[in-house]
């Protein structure tokens, strides 16, 4: 994350005098050192420093990011859209709503699929939250382009169009870089079955570019989640116990591979990477996260919990997994080092479809270096 350079400066709004940051020190001095004090002691010390981590003079913390259902719907079809929890304040903030009425046309059930949701994927890549597919009537791809949220900005712009629309896809990350491979059309077809293509939401200019197919469809069964991992692209075509495969794609080689036996054998449920260095998974029957030892091709447990079975989603960063619990009405958050593990609520009359870890979002009332 970028550490701003711009100076701090005195609130107008107020006749009174405002006590020092740091006595001693100019403000602007005392800015570039607290910028570097732990998120959770700005936030309790006093409000100047309170004010001062949500203004731009310091990096933005890491919050939660989720997309939201109408717990309240039985169409299937009533997502209430994306929203922002602060760890700090213990809040949620809703995101501004994706142009074109677009989750309006997102279904989450189909009388064709009773036992289980239509994927809705979304991606976290370069700072950027981007929803990528989704299923609309009568079972075609929702979205004819991909839709990427800054959060610092707090707009959506569309991404370029991929060369077909398509949904239950593979979707993921790796290098800032997003990757959809595989998926479905408004009807199967061969050609997007095996394509594979990327594209870098930090490169405004560019489109979505073609990495080395697939040799097959096997893919397109299941939306899968790709996971970023020391530069590969890792994926599996089936969660649980089911016979499933796996395959990596190798960014720096373009081209596909095996996976390990190991990686394979225990990608049992939701699976996320913690900044592209560590691979962490629930077993979604036993409720165990195990984090992946690539030197011996095997899964360590990190923790086990009832309220972990089921899971549906996954994301991680800063040093925690969030995991959206079975039924989506709590997100069970683990700190992997002090091996602790709490829950956090979506707001009041929602469930949690899927999350993501980005830098918090900015609001109009950020105060700018403003105290």
Same mark, same amino acid.
């Given at each position: 994350?970028?550490?701003?350079?711009?100076?701090?400066?005195?609130?107008?709004?107020? +006749?009174?005098?405002?006590?020092?940051?740091?006595? +001693?020190?100019?403000?602007?001095?005392?800015?570039?050192?607290?910028?570097?004090?732990?998120?959770?002691?700005?936030?309790?010390?006093?409000?100047?420093?309170? /004010?001062?981590?949500?203004?731009?003079?310091?990096?933005?913390?890491? =919050?939660?990011?989720?997309?939201?259902?109408?717990?309240?719907? =039985?169409?299937?079809?009533?997502?209430?859209?994306?929203?922002?929890?602060?760890?700090?304040?213990?809040?949620?903030?809703?995101?501004?709503?994706?142009?074109?009425?677009?989750?309006?046309?997102?279904?989450? #059930?189909?009388?064709?699929?009773?036992?289980?949701?239509?994927?809705?994927?979304?991606?976290?890549?370069?700072?950027?939250?981007?929803?990528?597919?989704?299923?609309?009537?009568?079972?075609?791809?929702?979205?004819? &382009?991909?839709?990427?949220?800054?959060?610092?900005? #707090? /707009?959506? &712009?569309?991404?370029?169009?991929? =060369?077909?629309?398509?949904?239950?896809?593979?979707?993921?990350?790796?290098?800032?870089?997003?990757?959809?491979?595989?998926?479905?059309?408004?009807?199967?077809?061969?050609?997007?079955?095996?394509?594979? !293509?990327?594209?870098?939401?930090?490169?405004?200019?560019?489109?979505?570019?073609?990495?080395?197919?697939?040799?097959?469809?096997?893919?397109?069964?299941?939306?899968?989640?790709?996971?970023?991992?020391?530069?590969?692209?890792?994926?599996?075509?089936?969660?649980?116990?089911?016979?499933?495969?796996?395959?990596?794609?190798?960014? !720096? +080689?373009?081209?596909? !591979?095996?996976?390990?036996? +190991?990686?394979?054998?225990?990608?049992?449920?939701?699976?996320?990477?913690?900044?592209?260095?560590?691979?962490?998974?629930?077993?979604?029957?036993?409720?165990?996260?195990?984090?992946?030892?690539?030197?011996?091709?095997?899964?360590?447990?990190?923790?086990?919990?009832?309220?972990?079975?089921?899971?549906?989603?996954?994301?991680?960063?800063?040093g925690r997994v969030c995991?959206?619990?079975?039924?989506?009405? !709590?997100?069970?958050?683990?700190?992997?080092?002090?091996?602790?593990?709490?829950?956090?609520?979506?707001?009041?009359?929602?469930?949690?479809?899927?999350?993501?870890?980005?830098?918090?979002?900015?609001?109009?009332?950020?105060?700018?270096?403003v105290f």
């Amino acid at each position: 994350m970028a550490i701003p350079s711009a100076p701090y400066k005195r609130s107008r709004s107020s +006749g009174q005098p405002q006590p020092p940051l740091l006595p +001693g020190l100019p403000d602007h001095l005392a800015s570039l050192c607290l910028c570097h004090v732990p998120p959770r002691l700005l936030f309790s010390v006093c409000r100047s420093w309170r /004010r001062l981590l949500y203004s731009t003079s310091v990096p933005p913390f890491l =919050s939660l990011y989720a997309l939201l259902s109408d717990a309240d719907d =039985s169409s299937g079809t009533a997502l209430a859209g994306f929203s922002s929890y602060d760890p700090f304040s213990a809040s949620w903030s809703p995101l501004p709503p994706p142009p074109s009425d677009v989750l309006r046309r997102i279904l989450l #059930r189909h009388p064709s699929f009773l036992s289980r949701h239509l994927p809705v994927q979304t991606v976290s890549a370069s700072g950027h939250l981007v929803l990528l597919s989704a299923t609309s009537h009568p079972l075609r791809p929702a979205l004819p &382009r991909a839709l990427a949220f800054h959060p610092a900005t #707090r /707009r959506w &712009r569309p991404a370029p169009p991929l =060369s077909a629309p398509r949904r239950w896809c593979a979707a993921g990350s790796v290098g800032g870089v997003v990757y959809v491979a595989s998926g479905v059309g408004a009807h199967y077809s061969q050609g997007v079955a095996r394509c594979a !293509e990327r594209w870098d939401p930090m490169a405004t200019t560019a489109g979505w570019e073609r990495v080395a197919p697939l040799k097959d469809g096997r893919f397109s069964r299941e939306a899968a989640h790709a996971v970023g991992f020391k530069g590969k692209l890792y994926m599996v075509n089936v969660w649980g116990k089911a016979a499933k495969e796996g395959i990596v794609y190798d960014v !720096e +080689g373009d081209a596909w !591979e095996e996976m390990p036996r +190991g990686l394979l054998e225990g990608w049992n449920g939701p699976t996320a990477s913690m900044e592209e260095r560590e691979i962490y998974t629930v077993d979604e029957g036993t409720g165990t996260m195990r984090v992946y030892d690539c030197e011996r091709d095997r899964w360590m447990d990190v923790i086990e919990s009832e309220a972990l079975k089921g899971a549906v989603h996954m994301a991680a960063g800063g040093g925690r997994v969030c995991v959206v619990c079975e039924g989506g009405d !709590e997100i069970a958050v683990v700190d992997v080092a002090a091996n602790k593990m709490w829950k956090v609520e979506p707001p009041q009359g929602n469930r949690v479809v899927s999350v993501h870890v980005l830098p918090r979002m900015s609001s109009s009332s950020d105060p700018d270096f403003v105290f």
